[in-house]
C-alpha cells in the first residue's frame, strides 16, 4: 500500500547529512506504486524530486515543497549469457558484489561509491576510468508527464561526461537497466575491488559527511598559455585531457577553508565536508567562494558535478 508521509526532514536521507523537510515524502518499490504517486502530484499540481542513494545531492536549509521520491525498487537478476537487469533503487556496493560473485568483470571502477544505480545513470558516475554508461544497453524509464513507459537504448541516453538526457531533460524516471559485462576470473576481479577501496580509504575524507566530489573535472584544452606559464605542473593532466578541480583549488589556496560547519577537505580539495552541523547556505557560500578564487586564478568556471534542490 502507498503510503505518503509529510514533513520528512531530508538530511536523513542524504550523505551529506544535510537538508530541510520536505513537505511530502513516498518510498517507492515497483512501476505500479510509482504511477499512482505521480498521478497523485499531478491532481494536486506539485513539484516532484526523485531521490536516490542522497550521495550527489544538497538539499536547501528551506526543504522541498514538493513530493520527494524515494527509489527503492531492489530487484537484481543474472539474465542470459552475461546480462544482468537492475533495479534503480539497487546500492552500487550491491551490484559490485553481485557481480563479483556471479564472475562477472566491468563493475570493478564503482568499489566504494556510495548511491544507487539509479542515480549513477542519472549523472553518468564514474571513477578511475570507467563510467556506468561502458556496460549499459538498455534503460527503463517512466515518462512523468504521460506515465508512458520508454526504453531507451544505450545511443539514446545521451551520456556525456557526469550527463545524461535523464539529468538534462529531467522528464524520465529510471525504473532500471539491462548491464552487459565480461567474464572475469573471481580472484582478479576481488583484488580489483580491495584496491579501489583502498584508495578511497587513503585518499577520501569518509568519517565525514559529505556529497563526494563537488565539481566536475575543467578539460585541458580550456587552460590558457599564460596559466600553463604560471603553473607549469598542470601539465601532468595533458595527456589525461582533464584537469581535476581539486588541483584547481589546491593552487588556489583553499585547502582547509572553513564557512560555518563546511569545510574544503584537507585529505581532497574536491570535497566540502559537513563538521560541525553545517547548513546548505554554509556549503553554497563555500562552492561560491572556490568558483570565484579559482576562476581569479586559473580563468576557468568550474561547473558543480552535485545536484543542488
Not at 520527494?68 to 552475461?82: H, P, T
Not at 534503480?88 to 568483470?105: H, I, P, T, Y
Not at 556496460?135 to 504521460?146: C, G, L, P, R, Y
Request: charged share 35%; proline share 3%; aromatic share 10%.
Amino acid at each position: 500500500m502507498l503510503k505518503i508521509e509529510k514533513n520528512i526532514p531530508l538530511k536523513d536521507f542524504t550523505t551529506f547529512k544535510i537538508g530541510g523537510r520536505a513537505k511530502y515524502f513516498a518510498k517507492i518499490s515497483d512501476k505500479d506504486q510509482l504511477k499512482e504517486i505521480l498521478i497523485w502530484a499531478k491532481d494536486k499540481k506539485i513539484p516532484i524530486f526523485v531521490l536516490g542513494g542522497g550521495s550527489n545531492v544538497l538539499f536547501s536549509d528551506k526543504g522541498f515543497n514538493g513530493l520527494v521520491l524515494k527509489i527503492e525498487n531492489r530487484e537484481i537478476s543474472l539474465k542470459k549469457k552475461n546480462k544482468i537487469f537492475v533495479g534503480s533503487g539497487v546500492f552500487l556496493s550491491r551490484l559490485v558484489l553481485f557481480c563479483k560473485d556471479k564472475e562477472l568483470s566491468g563493475f570493478e571502477w564503482a568499489a566504494g561509491i556510495p548511491g544507487t544505480v539509479g542515480g549513477a545513470i542519472y549523472g553518468n558516475a564514474g571513477a578511475f576510468g570507467g563510467e556506468i554508461k561502458d556496460n549499459i544497453e538498455k534503460v527503463f524509464t517512466i515518462d512523468k508527464k504521460n506515465l508512458k513507459e520508454k526504453i531507451f537504448l544505450k545511443k539514446d541516453c545521451k551520456f556525456s561526461y557526469r550527463s545524461s538526457i535523464f539529468k538534462k531533460k529531467n522528464q524520465y524516471i529510471i525504473l532500471g537497466a539491462i548491464f552487459s559485462l565480461k567474464k572475469g576470473d573471481k580472484k582478479t576481479i576481488q583484488k580489483e575491488i580491495k584496491e579501489k577501496i583502498f584508495y578511497r580509504k587513503e585518499h577520501h575524507p569518509l568519517n565525514f559527511p559529505s556529497a563526494g566530489s563537488i565539481f566536475k573535472s575543467v578539460p585541458f584544452k580550456k587552460i590558457k598559455k599564460e596559466i600553463i606559464k604560471k603553473y607549469p605542473e598542470i601539465l601532468i593532466f595533458k595527456e589525461k585531457k582533464e584537469v581535476p578541480a581539486g588541483f584547481l583549488i589546491e593552487k588556489s589556496n583553499l585547502g582547509d577553508k572553513k564557512i560555518g560547519g563546511a569545510v574544503v577537505s584537507e585529505k581532497h580539495k574536491n570535497f566540502i565536508i559537513n563538521v560541525n552541523q553545517a547548513k546548505a547556505k554554509d556549503v553554497i557560500s563555500l562552492i561560491k567562494l572556490i568558483k570565484k578564487e579559482v576562476k581569479k586564478n586559473f580563468k576557468v568556471d568550474l561547473e558543480e558535478e552535485i545536484i543542488i534542490v
